[in-house]
């Protein structure tokens, strides 16, 4: 018994492993999406956005 619930345990942490790193991804092509478009938005209104603000943006507008 404690063999095999070891194995499950191995078989779930990689299942979260996963899933984080999937989140990760999607977060991180979501973060580079916005940030151009934020970045295009300082050059034609000359004004600047820090990168902290930018990472909050890109969270609020996931939650949404």
Do not use: C, M, W
Not at 7 to 32: A, M, T
């Amino acid at each position: 018994d404690r063999l095999r619930s070891r194995g499950l345990g191995d078989v779930y942490k990689r299942q979260v492993l996963y899933k984080k790193q999937k989140i990760n991804n999607e977060f991180s092509s979501d973060y580079k999406k916005i940030a151009s478009i934020l970045k295009r938005l300082e050059q034609t209104f000359h004004i600047i956005i820090p990168d902290e603000e930018i990472t909050t943006i890109v969270t609020i507008i996931k939650q949404l």
